[in-house]
């Protein structure tokens, strides 16, 4: 039996995570079905993931909040988890908000310190937070009696930064923890290292650089320790990550590519502030540039905070390329779709990557045979950081390092 895994959630008040923990505890008691989730596809029947039953959810949150108070504003701007629903789950939710801590918004700018009251972490080194962050993840496991937990970002994009040049190897960031360098860190990164550091698997839905750093990469091959994601890519990403390919195979040119996104839930609030909406959106474009492999591609995408659609997220796409005889040609697209539940729905990636590694690599075997399920895995198979036979390094904490 694969035994029970916590998920640890980070931004655990926000609206994807709410519905990823009513979700979850929904199903365990058969009160919704099960439509959305890739690792009930049969791709995956032959793998002993663990059950539903099996998952324990905890996590952090920077601000101040109560997974009831949650589920209300979820219901208040979406309409998708009804009182009938909340009320039969009231004591699981209740058990979960136990087990949620404080969490810290460094460096995650204005429009998520605004949110308030918000803990910062200003009065902690990145050293210390990264070591609280062990502790909690440590106690979570010897508290529920768990065989691992998978860390899950789910938190507010942060702020657009150019990547230090001491990102580029580990030693160099790990100077940057020593040194307390807090102006050239942000939260999300320092949790991945953290997480990783301690032997954790670590998955980033959002575009914020969490464990992108090469740093962060030589981590978790040092450690053995598996990290998967930037940005989720569920919504009006998605459907371009499924059709780009198209026009690949076709031989078709992109000329252009332009994206106009309206949402007014609390992930637009903050994507209202230009520096974390640059951060999302660089991500949106490099998504598409990747897929098209061509850089003379014109590509424009904007987001728009619009406070009455609450969850529900609008966007037009209007594609311009060319064809056979240079005729040029116009495919337009409207994808109309509630937010946070298309991010919640893939949370559950969580089972895969919580699994052996000799297992995790006999499924990356399976993928690269049949590619169907990579789009909805971040629009990239599950890579194995650990091979076949390979020890697992054990699990240590911030300030042992080698030197």
Same mark, same amino acid.
């Given at each position: 039996m694969p035994g029970r895994i916590g998920v640890w959630i980070i931004g655990a008040y926000g609206s994807v995570s709410t519905c990823v923990v009513v979700g979850a505890e929904a199903i365990k008691r058969g009160l919704i079905g099960r439509t959305g989730l890739v690792t009930d596809l049969r791709e995956f029947e032959d793998i002993d993931l663990v059950g539903f039953d099996g998952l324990v959810f905890a996590g952090c949150a920077a601000r101040e909040s109560t997974l009831e108070s949650a589920s209300a504003e979820v219901q208040a701007t979406a309409g998708i988890l009804p009182t009938s629903l909340l009320a039969s789950l009231t004591a699981p939710l209740a058990e979960v908000d136990r087990r949620f801590r404080r969490g810290c918004a460094l460096n995650c700018g204005?429009?998520?310190?605004?949110?308030?009251?918000?803990?910062?972490?200003?009065?902690?080194?990145?050293?210390?937070?990264?070591?609280?962050?062990?502790?909690?993840?440590?106690?979570?496991?010897?508290?529920?009696?768990?065989?691992?937990?998978?860390?899950?970002?789910?938190?507010?994009?942060?702020?657009?930064?150019?990547?230090?040049?001491?990102?580029?190897s580990l030693a160099a960031f790990r100077g940057l923890i020593e040194k307390d360098r807090r102006d050239r860190l942000a939260a999300s990164v320092v949790y991945a290292y953290a997480a990783i550091d301690a032997g954790f698997a670590y998955i980033n839905f959002t575009p914020s650089w969490g464990a992108s750093p090469p740093a962060i990469q030589e981590l978790a091959r040092e450690r053995g320790v598996p990290h998967m994601g930037k940005d989720g890519k569920t919504g009006e990403t998605l459907v371009k990550t499924v059709l780009a390919p @198209?026009?690949?195979?076709?031989? =078709?040119?992109?000329?252009?590519?332009? !994206?106009?996104?309206?949402?007014?839930? +609390?992930?637009?609030?903050?994507?209202?502030?230009?520096?974390?909406?640059?951060?999302?959106v660089k991500d949106k474009d490099e998504a598409l540039r990747k897929i098209l492999r061509d850089d003379d591609a014109q590509s424009h995408v904007r987001i728009d905070y619009v406070p009455s659609l609450g969850d529900w997220k609008?966007?037009?796409?209007?594609?311009?390329?060319?064809?056979f005889l240079d005729v040029k040609m116009t495919m337009q697209f409207t994808w109309q779709g509630c937010d946070s539940a298309l991010a919640a729905s893939s949370w559950h990636t969580s089972r895969v990557i919580a699994l052996p590694p000799r297992a995790r690599f006999v499924r990356h075997a399976?993928?690269?045979?049949?590619?169907?399920?990579?789009? @909805?895995?971040?629009?990239?198979? =599950?890579?194995?950081?650990?091979?076949? !036979?390979?020890?697992?390094?054990?699990? +240590?904490?911030?300030?042992?390092d080698e030197h």
């Open positions: 204005e429009a998520i310190l605004g949110m308030g009251p918000v803990r910062n972490g200003d009065h902690k080194t990145a050293k210390e937070i990264g070591a609280e962050f062990q502790g909690n993840l440590r106690a979570f496991i010897r508290e529920e009696g768990l065989r691992t937990v998978v860390v899950v970002n789910l938190a507010s994009t942060e702020p657009y930064a150019e990547m230090p040049p001491e990102f580029a @198209m026009f690949v195979a076709r031989n =078709l040119k992109v000329l252009s590519w332009s !994206g106009h996104n309206i949402l007014g839930n +609390r992930d637009g609030l903050v994507l209202k502030h230009p520096e974390n909406n640059k951060n999302k609008t966007a037009w796409d209007h594609i311009h390329f060319q064809g399976r993928i690269e045979r049949e590619p169907f399920p990579a789009p @909805m895995l971040k629009n990239q198979p =599950l890579r194995p950081i650990i091979k076949t !036979g390979e020890a697992v390094p054990p699990s +240590r904490s911030i300030g042992d």
